[in-house]
């Protein structure tokens, strides 16, 4: 079955980098579309990136110029790369995979998710 295995969240000083990893099995994911979303306590699940098969990118407003998404197709692997951390960025990072390029929670496959807490 298909399992996307987040991992590489923790506590981080505001300023600070983290690099978030997803690991996919059960899948060839240069087949999918894979996307990072979060979702902080007592609010919706958000869009964070997403990136094409082809490497194609796009981010939310709140995370450009500060987070960059990539994949590494031979590992089946997809990254998150965040850099200049903000509280606000603090909560639960999940990767997802899908065959559409959207910004709407409604992929095929998710992962468990992986906490981030950024302090001030």
């Known amino acids: 079955q298909v399992q996307l295995v987040e991992s590489g969240g923790g506590l981080v000083q505001a300023g600070g980098s983290l690099r978030l990893s997803c690991a996919a099995s059960?899948?060839?994911?240069?087949?999918?579309?894979m996307a990072w979303f979060r979702q902080a306590p007592g609010k919706e699940r958000e869009f964070v990136a997403v990136?094409?098969?082809?490497?194609?990118?796009n981010y939310a407003d709140s995370v450009k110029d500060r987070f960059s998404i990539s994949r590494d197709n031979a590992k089946n692997t997809v990254y998150l790369q965040m850099n200049s951390l903000k509280p606000e960025d603090t909560a639960v990072y999940y990767c997802?995979?899908?065959?559409?390029?959207?910004?709407?929670?409604?992929?095929?496959?998710w992962g468990q998710g992986t906490q981030v807490t950024v302090s001030s």
């Open positions: 997802a995979a899908g065959r559409y390029f959207k910004m709407t929670p409604d992929y095929n496959y």
């Open positions: 059960g899948l060839t994911l240069s087949n999918y579309i």
């Open positions: 990136i094409s098969r082809s490497s194609v990118r």
